[in-house]
Nanobody
Framework: QVRLVESGGGAVQTGRSLRLSCAASGQTERVYSMGWFRQAPGQEREFVAG????????YYRDAVRGRFTISRDNSKNTLTLQMNSLKPEDSGMYYC??????????????????WGQGTQVTVSS
């Protein structure tokens, strides 16, 4: 099991940036992929970005590609999401998540078994 704690959310205006961090503890060496998801009120939780922990391969939803960057530091067990050029539609609760050791689809919510408590991002126009 992996414990995840997110930080870095906040309220910003359109076009500004935020940097989300996720601190992982526990059996992190057994994780295949790490991801960021978001959920707006009344909407389903959706994939934002993911990374394969060892190889560092990255995946993004189309709406954020080119604006968001996911990265990890395996020596510090941290996951980061740099969000630039934020838009109101980026608002929501952002969750960090990790999969188990098996090779799974990085973009699928069902691939992830451990989740953080979330950090709120609000972008105003």
């Amino acid at each position: 099991q992996v414990r995840l704690v997110e930080s870095g959310g906040g309220a910003v205006q359109t076009g500004r940036s935020l940097r989300l961090s996720c601190a992982a503890s526990g059996q992190t060496e057994r994780v295949y992929s790490m991801g960021w998801f978001r959920q707006a009120p009344g909407q389903e939780r959706e994939f934002v970005a993911g990374i394969i922990r060892i190889e560092g391969l990255t995946y993004y939803r189309d709406a954020v590609r080119g604006r968001f960057t996911i990265s990890r530091d395996n020596s510090k067990n941290t996951l980061t999401l740099q969000m630039n050029s934020l838009k109101p539609e980026d608002s929501g609760m952002y969750y960090c998540a990790t999969s188990g050791p098996e090779q799974v689809p990085v973009t699928d919510r069902g691939s992830y078994i451990d989740w953080g408590q979330g950090t709120q991002v609000t972008v105003s126009s």
